[in-house]
């Protein structure tokens, strides 16, 4: 019995070396570290560290424990948890039939001190542990949970791994969402996808810094307007207005000019304006921002001058802000205090955070030298909605498991973060205006809050949702804060999908942050990635394991059953993509017959400058046309132009460098140029016909022929009609070797006689019909190039006088 176990441990250690061997070869080198312990001597081999971990068990456990590693890599259950905790993960997964495989980080060898069989309870439970480790030394996992973005988890070689992170989340860094929502007005659908969002800048870049400083500038136009109409509303008009006042009423007049012009480029009216609109200088702006700071924050008083009424002013803005309404989106939430808040770009748990109202002080944030920090401008929400005085914003789980098409889970639970002091517009602390868990535990609760709310600065959103009940709102987190939320994050994802990453098989759980204004609107604020999860309070140490729970419910048992529970997590969205039709192959034919334009008959005009080639022939009076050729239609064009389209199939030709064709012989094109040869030779060699008149010899081009039948009948030029019976010995003679010299001759000759033809013709014809604006300057270049790429290899034509070449081919 011993030696046959010692020849299965021999048997089962070469059969995990040979695996290792292969799959470090198919696995990339960043894997290898899952197969390596780093802190295992060198010289220790596995199967030396298997017979040392064998003498800690029976060998009834050692075959059990082989056998549960061995089905576990056969079903694909192994899985690792990277970065230690997540008990509730490990829980989930062990009770569902899955092995851990620890980090090698984590493997160490046992203690040679302790007598292996005094070991029992936790103790021998890590034994086992490291055992089923070393059985599975080389198998890469099945499912890993990491809370890191380590790009060697996504070099596996294996692509069915289940990983707990998507490899890119730019939204969850506070530039990357404010990059992001830029184009989400694109992805606007009501009812499904709508995303209330502060409007933010990435002030390093200087494009958004001047959008900023525009942005600030025209906020604190409306925060002045809207600052008069409620001190008036409270106040009387002897309070503002004072003999030694420090703004003069001018500043109430440059916001409502500013707006005015803000609105009228709005609706395009200043397209039509001819007056040119006054330059506004930055010193302008300087002292206009200086007076809105004395009046919102120094309570300043106006100077009393007899020339201004108050109230007139008054009713003006109140005027221009109704108009603002419809072109300033986020006019409710500004408020007439004009705060930003200033966040670092990559920067969590709220870190760096300022809330600050005075631009010289921001763009002065981002001048200090050797600044590598990138920050953003986010607008303050001025009116949130507070509890007790006290503000507080919303942590809400989703889940995306896929981004290609986009799947959203949302959790149906979340909590609220409350902070340990009274609210107030005057004081920035970071205790009064930052509701993270991690800034609220460094300070204590004021003794001013009311008893009402926990010591623990959180609710969850049952607590809420009776408080709202108490207020006589309970319907509301039903009808529009929770439904606002989801269509927050809707929109958010559609706009942030193309800079996801589109692995298959990753999930991920964010956690987005959000604040109610005071009519209840939800407004997102940023999302996080790996929100904390930890049980830092009664609320989350209840809602963060059953959150993590259910998140295994939806990623794995609902993999292999759609009608799993899904426990508090509820499908939000699911992307609708649709079928892309089956690809057929690339079809650009067109299918029809040809429609014939019906052209009159008319007289042709002679050009007596010109000697007309190629012209359509017209049968005379006594000349029967044959009914199987074509007729070409009446041209009106040049004549050189016909005959360089018809020379065009030739262009299809294959040639060598020297322009010799290496087509074959038969060729149609060839035929037809040869056609052309014979037809010229002909004409010379022929014996004499009797003369026409000169209308017809000129009009009518062509030959006269006398039939079997003794009827005239017109012989159409053989460019303009089909292949007439050239044999495959005409075409042999054309450029080609084997020809008689006496018949090379010929052909050359002829083919000389129209290179003139066509030289004469085009320079001739370019001189007519310049004068005459019917011909383009290009036709004489257009025949060179063609008459180049016909005739290259041929031997120039004789010289000959111009005149009298000319005189003889015209006759």
């Known amino acids: 019995m011993a030696v046959t176990m010692e020849l ?26 899952f197969s390596r312990s780093e802190h295992a001597p060198e010289s220790s081999t596995s199967s030396e560290q298997l017979k040392q971990y064998k003498s800690w068990i029976s060998a009834e456990r050692w075959h059990e424990l082989k056998k549960i590693a061995d089905n576990a890599m056969r079903d694909r259950k192994v899985f690792m948890i990277k970065g230690g905790g997540f008990p509730a993960v490990r829980r989930a997964l062990l009770e569902r039939g899955w092995i851990e495989k620890y980090e090698t980080s984590k493997v160490r060898l046992p203690p040679t001190n302790v007598d292996p069989k005094k070991l029992n309870g936790k103790e021998l439970s890590k034994v086992e542990r490291m055992i089923l480790y070393k059985f599975m030394e080389h198998h890469s996992v099945d499912f890993l949970w990491t809370t890191k973005r ?10 069915d791994v289940v990983i707990s992170r998507f490899c890119r989340s730019i939204f969850t860094t506070k530039e990357g969402l404010t990059t992001s929502l830029t184009q989400m007005h694109w992805y606007t659908e009501p ?23 525009d942005d600030f500038r025209i906020t604190a136009c409306i925060s002045v307007l809207k600052w008069l109409s409620i001190t008036l509303q409270r106040h009387s008009e002897q309070t503002l207005v004072v003999s030694n006042g420090k703004v003069p009423f001018s500043a109430i007049e440059f916001a409502i000019s500013r707006l005015n012009e803000y609105i009228v480029f709005l609706t395009h009216k200043d397209i039509d304006e001819t007056e040119d609109q006054p330059h ?14 004395l009046l919102v924050h120094e309570k300043a008083k106006f100077l009393e001058e007899k020339n201004f009424n108050i109230r007139q002013l008054e009713r003006r803005g109140a005027k221009v802000l109704g108009t603002m309404t419809k072109y300033w989106p986020q006019i409710d939430i500004d408020g007439v205090l004009n705060i930003w808040i200033v966040k670092p770009g990559n920067k969590c748990r709220g870190r ?29 929400i001025e009116n949130p909605l507070v509890i007790y005085d006290t503000k507080f ?10 981004c290609q098409p986009l799947t959203i889970w949302v959790y149906k639970d979340s909590y609220l973060r409350f902070s340990s002091q009274i609210f107030s517009l005057s004081n920035y602390h970071e205790s009064v205006h930052l509701t993270n868990n991690a800034v609220q535990t460094k300070y204590k609760n004021t003794g001013e809050r009311d008893k009402a709310l926990p010591d623990e600065n959180m609710w969850d959103c049952h607590t809420f949702k009776a408080y709202l009940r108490q207020i006589g709102k309970y319907e509301l987190w039903d009808t529009k804060i929770y439904p606002g939320i989801k269509q927050c994050l809707i929109g958010a994802m559609l706009a942030c999908q193309e800079t996801m990453d589109k692995r298959q098989n990753s999930f991920e759980l964010y956690g987005a942050d959000f604040m109610l204004t005071d009519d209840f609107t939800p407004w997102l604020i940023e999302i996080n990635s790996s929100p904390d999860l930890a049980p830092t309070t009664s609320v989350t140490a209840r809602l963060c394991p059953q959150c993590l729970e259910d998140v295994i419910k939806v990623v794995l048992d609902r993999r292999y059953n759609p009608e799993a529970d899904t426990g508090t997590f509820e499908l939000a969205y699911r992307q609708q993509v649709p079928k892309a039709p089956a690809y057929l192959g690339l079809s ?24 007309p080639i190629l012209a359509p022939r017209v ?19 040049p004549i050189i132009t016909d005959f360089l389209s018809w020379l065009n199939p030739y262009d299809a030709l294959p040639t060598n460098k020297d322009g010799i064709v290496l087509g074959p012989e038969d060729s149609l094109t060839v035929r037809q140029a040869i056609t052309v040869v014979k037809s010229s030779i002909t004409l010379k060699s022929g014996p004499k016909k009797r003369k026409t008149s000169g209308l017809s010899s000129r009009t009518h081009r062509g030959r006269r022929e006398r039939n079997a039948d003794c009827k005239r009948r017109i012989v159409p030029h053989s460019c303009c009609r089909p292949d007439d019976g050239q044999t495959a010995s005409q075409t042999s003679k054309y450029r080609t070797e084997s020809a008689s010299k006496a018949e090379k001759t010929k052909v050359d000759r002829s083919i000389s006689e129209s290179y003139w033809i066509l030289f004469l013709s085009s320079s001739q014809l370019t001189k007519t019909t310049k004068r005459k604006n019917k011909l383009s300057p290009t036709v004489k270049s257009q025949c060179e190039r063609t008459l180049s790429n016909y005739f290259k290899p041929l031997e120039p034509p004789p010289k000959m006088k111009r005149k009298r070449q000319e005189k003889k081919i015209l006759t």
């Open 191 to 213: 009812g499904v996808a709508v995303t209330k969002f502060p409007r933010c800048y990435n002030i390093h870049n200087s494009d958004s810094l001047e959008e900023f400083i």
């Open 619 to 637: 049968p005379s009076g006594d000349a029967l046309t044959e009914q199987d050729q074509p007729v070409p239609a009446e041209y009106n064009g």
């Open 352 to 380: 760096g955070i300022q809330l600050m109202n005075n631009i010289k002080d921001i763009i002065g944030l981002i001048n200090v030298p050797a600044q590598k920090t990138r920050y953003v401008v986010q607008k303050y």
């Open 150 to 159: 380590d790009k060697y988890d996504w070099l596996l070689s294996n692509k």
């Open 393 to 402: 914003d919303i942590r809400q789980w989703f889940l995306i498991t896929n």
């Open 280 to 293: 506004i200088w930055e010193h302008e702006w300087d002292q206009f921002l200086t007076h809105h700071y």
């Open 8 to 33: 299965e441990e021999s048997a089962s250690d070469s059969k995990l070396h040979k695996d290792s061997t292969l799959k470090k070869e198919l696995r990339p080198s960043s894997a290898v570290s």
């Open 588 to 611: 650009l034919c067109i299918n029809g017959k040809r429609v014939m334009k019906k052209t009159k008959e008319r007289k042709h005009h002679i050009n007596t400058n010109v000697a």
